[in-house]
């Protein structure tokens, strides 16, 4: 447990911002979940749900919630499914 006022203030900070991303990376994977099943389904048309789904992987990379090339991973599947 740290002793200097700065660095207790960076611990509940971490702590804060810690919570936050676990709650947005649940939402993204929840929504590529989503993207999935509904490329799965035939009788669906899932372009707006996989578009949207590649919006959110876009943003969760620049926001650091997500590695770049992870991202880059997670949307060129969900195209080349789109794509079948």
Same mark, same amino acid.
């Given at each position: 447990?740290?002793?200097? =006022? @700065?660095a207790k203030k960076r611990v509940k #900070?971490?702590?804060?911002? !810690?919570?936050?991303?676990? &709650?947005?990376? @649940?939402?993204?994977? !929840?929504? #590529?979940k989503k993207a999935e099943l509904s %490329?799965?389904? &035939?009788?669906?048309? *899932? !372009? +707006?749900? #996989?578009? +949207?789904?590649?919006?959110?992987?876009?943003?969760?990379?620049?926001?650091?919630?997500?590695?770049?090339?992870? &991202? *880059?991973? =997670?949307? @060129?599947? %969900? &195209? *080349?499914? %789109?794509?079948?």
């Amino acid at each position: 447990m740290p002793n200097i =006022k @700065s660095a207790k203030k960076r611990v509940k #900070v971490i702590e804060a911002k !810690t919570l936050q991303n676990k &709650a947005q990376k @649940s939402a993204l994977k !929840t929504l #590529v979940k989503k993207a999935e099943l509904s %490329l799965a389904d &035939a009788k669906a048309d *899932s !372009t +707006e749900i #996989v578009r +949207e789904a590649i919006k959110r992987i876009d943003q969760a990379a620049a926001k650091g919630i997500l590695h770049k090339n992870a &991202a *880059s991973r =997670k949307k @060129s599947a %969900l &195209a *080349s499914k %789109l794509a079948r």
